[in-house]
């Protein structure tokens, strides 16, 4: 301020880290010890905390894949992920089980994750906002529990992160190795998420432009059959071209078709903004906060990078946050994506705090303003904050709605299960509730343990003479038909629930690890289910389904040290036969 009259401001660049070259440019000094640190120390953080079991539908999917690839039985999923199916098969041996490899590919990708965000980071920011950024990264909660569990999204994550470090590099430094490091590194992202190379796509194209025609076509040519070099399998794995597009375009019409706004209502768009706005906030937790306490540092929150570096981001984000709006946004781990970008505002934000005075310096008859915080007390309380909210966020969420009160608030609310849309909750378990095991998953202690003294009960019965009866839902809110039938492959498990037309009935059967699966089924349910004639007991581990039986059909509720209640039924000696009746919005299960 001059004579009292506001100056406009210029935004102060960021401080330089390490010795300056002779023209005035920072000398970059080696990073390994720096990532080498960050990445033993999340390493070390993460096994302890590993999941046990398989987290969800897609999860035992993904392992069912690995044992026996079949597209059609969703074995995976479309479309396909057959770098990740393929790196599983390589691992499995090697560390004692398929579920075993596929949490070991996540936990090492999510350690490295925040070692890659450090050295992308260091190139845009000055080293130390850098490591700060890349620990409030790794200590993120939706990166942990993402790096702890056997899905796509940590090594998804680590491989964009390495993209797009290939691609910052070669535009900046204007090599061609760089480039085609980037190309390389994109194809086996897409190996693992087909998804990735459309959403991408952009910043690969922005890689692209500092060159001649030349080496764009190279890289076009090496991208292409690169690409070919996973494609071609998995469509042949697949039936071929034909079988692959049509289970891809059955699935999307069973997801994707409900949340896009080309095709679905607008509450499909308002799912899919919730569910990004949870992964977004979960992941950022308190630093959200951090740009909007520097919006009043010269240049604001993003003072600290430069023009080039904010177009980077931008081209990066632009096309994945529109796809997540508008198309589909399966659940809050897909927030992975861009959350590095998140984590790069929040580096620039600090940078600004701590290397620009208060504007109060500058207020006529204003008190001297506060010394600009410390980075090291910023980046401990921060990360203490990210802990926490690990460790106490997801468990208190779970304990809140599996108590009597959350289960009442949802049944007042109308909440109800995919395999029940009656309104008959008399059955239901607390920790049993709709959004109890939606929760479960987040919070992986309780997952475990939940899974584990379900099977323990179960087990009690012989599989001879016991048969399982499941709810089948998708991958938020999902009976336990998938993980039963994949950990308990000595029963025959039977799943129920509302097809496409809306009928009540049988659906599939899983035994063997063999199941019977396929979207087509869903089109169909069968209002009969013959059972072994050995059968003589019922068990019911998803209190929706139990809530169904008829009064006439004997049964005992027990309920396990862990809030959870099973349903046996006694069929007796009578016959084998279930009868699944509906009509409108109810339901009934009895035995003929």
């Not at 629930?497 to 089924?521: I, N, P």
Request: charge should be positive; glycine fraction near 10%.
């Amino acid at each position: 301020m001059q004579d009292g009259v506001p100056q406009p401001v210029t935004p102060i660049p960021p401080a330089k880290e390490g010795p300056l070259n002779e023209d005035g440019s920072e000398t970059r000094r080696a990073p390994a010890g720096i990532a080498a640190a960050l990445f033993v120390a999340f390493l070390v953080m993460r096994l302890p905390f590993r999941g046990e079991f398989l987290i969800n539908w897609d999860s035992v999917q993904f392992a069912l894949g690995v044992e026996a690839f079949d597209l059609t039985a969703h074995q995976p999923h479309p479309p396909g992920y057959i770098g990740y199916i393929f790196l599983g098969q390589i691992l499995a041996p090697v560390v004692g089980g398929i579920p075993e490899a596929l949490t070991w590919i996540s936990i090492v990708t999510g350690a490295m994750a925040p070692v890659v965000l450090f050295l992308l980071a260091r190139r845009m920011l000055p080293e130390r906002f850098a490591a700060t950024a890349a620990i409030l990264f790794g200590v993120s909660p939706l990166l942990w529990h993402y790096g702890s569990v056997a899905l796509t999204y940590a090594p998804e994550v680590m491989l964009g992160l390495l993209f797009a470090l290939f691609v910052h590099r070669a535009r900046e430094e204007n090599r061609v190795r760089d480039l085609m490091a980037a190309t390389a590194v994109f194809t086996v992202l897409g190996s693992v998420r087909q998804s990735a190379l459309i959403l991408l796509l952009p910043l690969w194209m922005l890689g692209l432009l500092g060159y001649g025609w030349r080496v764009r076509a190279a890289a076009v040519a090496f991208m292409t059959a690169a690409s070919l070099a996973w494609t071609i399998p998995l469509v042949r794995a697949s039936g071929g071209v034909l079988s692959y597009l049509g289970e891809a375009s059955a699935l999307a019409d069973l997801a994707v078709a409900r949340t896009t706004i080309l095709t679905g209502a607008f509450t499909g768009v308002l799912q899919n903004i919730g569910l990004l706005a949870v992964g977004l906030i979960v992941g950022m937790h308190v630093t959200v906060f951090l740009p909007w306490i520097a919006r009043s540092r010269p240049g604001g929150a993003l003072g600290a990078l430069r023009a080039s570096d904010r177009r980077f981001l931008l081209t990066w984000v632009a096309l994945p946050l529109v796809f997540f709006i508008l198309v589909h946004t399966g659940q809050p781990g897909y927030a992975l994506m861009i959350l590095p970008i998140g984590y790069i505002w929040v580096g620039s934000a600090i940078a600004q705090v701590v290397t620009h005075p208060s504007p109060r310096r500058s207020r006529p008859g204003a008190g001297a303003a506060p010394n600009p915080p410390g980075l090291t007390p910023v980046a401990a309380i921060l990360a203490a904050c990210a802990v926490l909210s690990f460790f106490g966020l997801s468990s208190l969420a779970y304990r809140a709605a599996s108590s009597d009160l959350g289960a009442r608030i949802q049944t007042r609310a109308g909440i109800h299960s995919p395999a029940d849309r009656t309104t008959s909750h008399l059955e239901w378990a607390p920790t049993q509730s709709p959004l109890a095991q939606a929760l479960r998953q987040y919070s992986i202690p309780h997952h475990d343990l939940y899974w584990a003294r379900l099977m323990e009960f179960i087990q009690t019965h012989q599989p001879e003479d016991s048969v399982l009866l499941t709810a089948i839902g998708g991958p938020i809110i999902s009976g336990s038909f998938r993980q039963l039938g994949y950990y308990l492959p000595e029963y025959r498990v039977y799943a129920v629930g509302w097809d496409r037309a809306g009928a009540f009935g049988y659906l599939f059967e899983s035994h063997g690890r063999k199941s019977t699966y396929t979207v087509a089924g869903l089109n169909t349910s069968s209002a009969t289910l013959n059972l072994p004639p050995e059968t003589r007991w019922l068990v019911i581990p998803d209190a929706d389904v139990a809530a169904l039986l008829e009064p006439a059909l004997p049964r005992v509720r027990h309920q396990l040290s862990n809030g959870t209640v099973v349903t046996v039924a006694d069929l007796g000696n009578g016959p084998r036969r279930l009868r699944f009746a509906s009509e409108g919005a109810r339901a009934s299960i009895g035995a003929d």
